[in-house]
């Protein structure tokens, strides 16, 4: 019980003094999660409100894939991206494995699945409310996905959201693509793992915190921004 106080101490002494690896390994995570979050945003959100709003044959069975994508085992996409960016594979050429492109590859195909599910289970109801108001404008599908998820943007926050926690907390195919590199494609929960491993409580615990504090700070965040609180929707 000793050695976890003790290990807990040091690892606010460690954030306290804004230890270099600890800030490396922490900004190197926010990069590579963000721009999975952006780039997995801008195609999830369009997608998720034009299935809402879209009749075609096998829909149903195309939302049906799209929901089962969500619990795609994260170290079964780091092997497929493994594979694909490996010498011997098709994309081999470009020399993506084990860089920080290559983890955002990963964390892109695990939450855009999820980004698309919850928009498209939002701007369902929507679309009820504003299809007719919408038709009668003449409008055109462009034009309604557009409308959709600028009127349902702060509900669309959740679901970037809950891609962004998805995606930082992410660690099987993160440390497949990746390789745990130290300075080059070490992140938070690959760190906290490695540190584990070596008997490293202090880092472990201190990069731990880390985490939890940004997912803290983005739940602030989001709330802060959708205004549910001045809004009553608490």
Known sequence: MIEIWAGIAEAFRLIWSLDEDLIDIT???LKVSLTALVIASTLALPLGTWLAIHRFSYRRFTISVLNALMGL??????LIVYMLLSRS???????????????IIAQVIIISPLIASITHQAMRELWFEYHDLLISLNTTKRQR???LIWDGRHTLLTAALAGF?????????????GGNIDQVT???TTAIALETGKGDFALALGLGFILITLSLLVNLTIHALSRTESEGRW
Do not use: D, K, Q, Y
Not at 89 to 103: C, D, E, S, W
């Open 186 to 188: 070490r992140v938070l």
């Open 89 to 103: 594979g098709p994309f081999g050429v470009m020399g993506l494995l084990f860089t920080p492109t290559a983890m």
């Open 27 to 29: 900004v190197r995570s």
């Open 165 to 177: 926690g998805r995606a930082i907390g992410e660690v099987g195919a993160i440390m497949i693509v």
């Open 145 to 147: 996905v557009g409308a």
């Open 73 to 78: 085992p994260p170290v079964v996409v780091g």
